[in-house]
């Protein structure tokens, strides 16, 4: 589950709201005024550049539960209103016993040891 303050990717720029000013207007008391002034209005370029495989990071900075809406951001850069299932989260934590992790190296001899202070 998505929610404010994740780092997430985007899988899917087609579900991008660049001139959806009705959103603004209604959930306008719950925004940040610099997210309004950073809104990409009218920008389609994430589309043309990386439709459905962008792997930059980006973080939410609001989520709308009734309609089911995200605003993302890269630092101080321009302020997306998307989808939130066109959003999957960055660092997805992957769970493997030692012999899955050996299938995946390729080897058959992993000892799992602790890290040395240096």
């Known amino acids: 589950m998505i929610k404010v303050g994740d780092t997430v990717k985007v899988t899917d720029w087609g579900k991008n709201c660049s001139t959806h000013k009705k959103w603004f207007l209604d959930n306008m008391s719950n925004l940040d005024i610099e997210w309004l ?22 973080k939410v900075l609001y989520i709308s539960d009734k309609d089911r809406r995200a605003l993302i951001s890269r630092g101080t850069g321009k302020v997306y209103l998307i989808g939130i299932d066109a959003l999957m989260p960055y660092y997805v934590e992957v769970e493997m016993t030692i012999k899955e992790i050996e299938e995946k190296l390729g080897i058959s001899n992993l000892k799992i040891v602790k890290d040395t202070d240096e």
Do not use: M, Q
Not at 43 to 55: F, G, L, N, R, V
């Open 37 to 58: 002034i950073r809104y990409a209005y009218g920008d389609h370029s994430k589309y043309d550049e990386c439709p459905y495989d962008d792997d930059t990071e980006y």
